[in-house]
């Protein structure tokens, strides 16, 4: 096998997520099991360590500070001790605070917590006294007993953030994929949308009704802008200073000449002053259109659709307000979520989109402002308010 097909191989297994699963574990489970070897070992170190040098204390004199090999011997002890009488009379110590010692209280637990970490030793020294020396741990084996903790924590750290690049390496890959698609769907109705723009004008040389003819380049127009949309999707977004009440008009204009007989579509907009908001017209119209769209849906050939634009000092209010079927509150948020649908038939894509668009596009917010079921539902968009 050639070098080439060997990295080609190594690296599909290095995709699976399986493989690198199995690998982590295993490398956690041997970081584990080294730390707790060195604990083990150096324990056993230390406890040697001191039982020699309680020996030699014993052979030396305990108390015989002076005698530079005593010195000796206890400067280069790292391990805090404390050496007692048959009393437990504190006789002399060292790596402990004073305060410990000047404690009754505190010594007993530090006594008692020297006991329960290591048994401590009897020095029979040359004089024929007995004397107890407990004795704790270094700072070397107190920092790596913690180690496995630390590790564990660092483990799972990387973990997440393995997990974490992982997705947003999956959504970055997905998201490159839906944008070539929406981009050559654009660029593939392009040519059939120019040809019905020329059958329109043949249309209109000819003897018919030319209302009908209207809308039907109503609707072409309609199908150029959605095109449009398409086109747009992963390309910087311009935002412009845009006529709200305006550019909802339009929307509901369009679709009151197309929705049901038994359903109305009222909107309040065109009454009142202009309000003005930095908006992106072609996207957020299609906001509008998924939530009419979504109105009708729920309605089911029946109802009423209201559309309200109210403001603040700050906002711009726009309340699509239908008669329809409603949803739970346990709903409100998981609507906003890809491929979530309350719909027999759908992509359940409309509404994720319509968020993106407003909140990460425009800076506002989407959200459901009130539903129950069998009621209705209103769906709130919010717009930071611009002055000119």
Known sequence: MKLPEIARVVWNVMRNRTFVTVVWIALCLFSLVVSSVLVRTLREKETYYVSMWSYAMGRLGVFDDEDPLVMEIIKSNTIPFIITDDRLQVEYYH??????????????????????????????????????????????????????LVQLVLFFLLMLLGFYTYRVSSDSS?????????KETAHQLGTPISSLLGWIEYLRSQPIDQSVVDEMNKDVHHLQKI????????????????????LIGDCVLYFRNRIPRNVSLEYNGLAMAPVQAMANSALFEWVIENLLKNSLDALQGKGQISVAVSTTDKWINIDVKDTGKGMPKSNFKKIFNPGFTTKTRGWGLGLSLSRRIVEEYHKGRIFVLESEVGRGTTFRIQLKRLYL
């Open 227 to 246: 095109t449009d949309r398409f086109s747009k999707i992963g390309s910087q977004t311009e935002l412009s200073p845009v006529n709200i009440n305006e």
């Open 95 to 148: 790596l402990v605070p004073d305060a410990v010692i000047d404690n009754p209280r505190l010594l007993r637990e530090r006594l008692d917590e020297n006991a329960s970490l290591n048994a401590p030793i009897v020095i029979n020294s040359w004089d024929g006294g007995r004397h107890y020396v407990f004795y704790g741990e270094s700072l070397i084996l107190r920092a790596l007993k913690y180690m496995p």
């Open 174 to 182: 997905q998201n490159r994929v839906w944008v070539g698609l929406a």
